[in-house]
């Protein structure tokens, strides 16, 4: 498979066993994992595309792991068979995110319609909704980052942040209205 010169080459592959007692440091890896955007190939296996920041993540936590008193190798590898079947679960695994986030926006814009409902339209809520909107932001931010192979699921994440953006501005309108009124 052909690659473009911006996509990464090769992967990272961190084999790791952690002790099964106490579980939180099973869960800790996990999620640690999990952020860093990797998908398991198989139990205590994880994967990443190569690139500078994802070893530097990786080696970080091989040694956390180690500190837990398990076991961890850290390998840069080429995929030699299976390449399609990797790239697609590492895709599937952006555009949950991504769907999450489109989710999350829904939900984001749901909250403004009970703020109109109610009428509330005050600088605390607008505050409130704005950091919502950042906290958005910046997790979109996030997983475009590690999004190493652009998965289509971002167009409908970008849409979805930018429908936020637009209800924002309005409420906003709406609030700096009604301070003017005086309520």
């Known amino acids: ?3 473009s010169p911006d996509e990464p080459r090769g992967w990272l592959l961190l084999i790791y066993r952690v ?3 106490p579980t939180r440091l099973r869960a800790a890896v996990w999620r640690r ?3 860093l ?4 190939l198989q139990s205590s296996t994880a994967a990443l595309p190569a690139s ?4 530097r993540a990786l080696r970080k936590l091989r040694s ?7 076991t961890a190798a850290l390998l840069s590898c080429e995929v030699l068979a299976g390449e399609a079947e990797v790239r697609a679960a590492f895709q599937a695994a952006r555009d949950d995110e991504y769907e999450e986030i489109a989710d999350k926006c829904e939900d984001f814009q749901a909250q ?3 703020e109109y409902a109610a009428e509330h339209f005050t600088y605390a809520e607008l505050e409130e909704n704005e950091v919502d909107l950042v906290k958005l932001k910046n997790w979109l931010a996030r997983v475009a980052g590690r999004d190493a192979f652009g998965a289509a699921g971002r167009a409908a994440a ?3 942040l930018a429908q936020c953006e637009e209800a924002l501005e309005e409420y906003a309108a709406r609030v700096y209205a009604e301070e003017a009124e005086g309520r």
């Not at 500078?52 to 070893?55: I, K, L, P, S």
């Open 158 to 160: 970008d849409q979805a």
């Open 112 to 114: 403004l319609r009970k």
């Open 19 to 21: 002790p099964s007692e």
């Open 33 to 35: 994992i999990k952020s």
């Open 1 to 3: 498979m052909p690659h």
């Open 64 to 70: 956390e792991i180690l500190a837990m008193s398990g």
């Open 52 to 55: 500078t920041a994802a070893e």
């Open 37 to 40: 955007g990797a998908i398991y």
